[in-house]
């Protein structure tokens, strides 16, 4: 890890710089359209190693490997026929290709797993960034292991300042939750979602055919896991300091949901914690000590984007329990209950 003072960088100028960096095997926070990323040369086996020191991350989770263009991808992955069309269809933009590796992977990119993942970002700075390293760029969300990712430069700063070398300021985010995982499935026919994100399983099967795409459902991991399938499927991940709380009532109107939150807050009166809440726009906020307004409650692109600067709030206003209504919509909806219900898993 760093060690010394974060450098902060912007413009023009603080592209040059970071891609400087990258090249001498540093660690440099960058935005994509989804999260802010923590990047390192990935194909310096000695630099990934450091992303996993700074965030805590252990070596089984791999990471991403973010390139500008189809040269950068076959010094990585092979591309069977197939993905093509995926490609065509959806890069840049917020879809992770599980595809084989080649022998210019480090080991630790792909927790030692034939399939790397690979994608390109459609963030004007992250692809100057990865153009002029000229090297693509490994990179996981850049937060602590397991904590709420980053969307904007100051979340970046308030997990790992002092931790990594540098972090380019872009601004906020635009998507809000990670890429899409897509890969084989394990059946070994069809196509996996191993996280669901910014790209839908409807958006997929436009192009792949119905019934093609399944989603993974992880199971509860019993001790140390050799590797997982891919990055984003760990059973307990996203979390904010604070209790996370889901009112998760499915089939209901808003008013009858609205109804079962303050029930939720009414239970928690009497105990000692400070209660947050994430609560969509127009609701009655009145009962609720902290809260977030969390946007537009059939909004599913509004709520992505805000989901993680909500929790972050929260924490920082010092909730020791958020809660949090848990959207329906179809799309981007399945990321979004996919990030809070593994925010929401006890250890």
């Keep these: 890890m760093s060690g010394g003072k974060t450098e902060i960088l912007t413009g023009e100028q603080g592209v040059g710089r970071a891609a400087a960096l990258l090249c001498e095997g540093a660690t440099v926070a960058f935005p994509t359209e989804t999260v802010y990323g923590l990047g390192a040369n ?75 993942g690979v994608r390109i970002p459609a963030h004007p700075l992250a692809l100057e960034l990865i153009r002029r390293a000229g090297v693509p760029i490994a990179a996981p969300s850049a937060n602590r292991f397991g904590r709420t990712s980053p969307t904007t430069a100051a979340h970046v700063l308030g997990d790992l300042e002092g931790r990594i070398d540098a972090v380019l300021d872009g601004g906020p985010t ?6 899409t995982v897509l890969g084989p499935a394990e059946s070994g026919s069809g196509w996996m979602i191993y996280r669901p994100g910014g790209v839908s ?9 119905s019934g093609s795409v399944e989603i993974f459902r992880p199971a509860r991991i019993e001790g140390t896991p050799e590797s997982l ?37 009414d239970r928690l009166a009497d105990s000692k914690d400070e209660i947050g809440v994430m609560l969509p726009d127009g609701w009655d906020g009145s009962y609720a000590p902290l809260v977030y307004r ?16 909500g929790l972050r709030e929260l924490d920082h206003a010092n909730a020791t329990v ?18 809070l219900r593994k925010a929401a898993r006890e250890k």
């Excluded at 969390?294 to 993680?308: C, D, I, K, Q």
Aim: negative net charge; glycine residues 8%.
């Design 42 to 116: 990935a194909l310096d086996a000695a630099a990934v190693a450091k992303i996993f020191a700074a965030k805590e991350r252990p070596g089984w989770d791999p990471v991403i490997a973010h390139v500008s263009d189809r040269e950068m991808v076959d010094r990585i992955a092979e591309v069977p026929p197939e993905v093509e069309r995926l490609m065509e269809f959806f890069w840049p933009g917020p879809l992770t290709l599980l595809l084989p590796r080649t022998a210019a992977v480090p080991d630790a990119v792909t927790a030692g797993r034939p399939l790397v």
């Design 229 to 265: 399938p891919s990055p984003g499927v760990g059973i307990r991940h996203y979390a904010p300091r604070a209790r996370l709380l889901l009112v998760d009532v499915s089939g209901k109107r808003p008013v009858v949901i609205e109804q079962r939150l303050v029930e939720t807050i």
């Design 174 to 179: 635009s998507v809000g939750v990670e890429s």
């Design 201 to 209: 399983r409807e958006d997929l099967e436009r192009v792949l055919g």
């Design 294 to 309: 969390w946007g537009p409650w059939g909004n599913g692109e509004v709520l992505a984007r805000r989901l993680f600067a």
């Design 322 to 339: 958020i809660v949090c209504p848990v959207p329906e919509m179809d799309g981007i909806g399945e990321a979004i209950r996919d990030r």
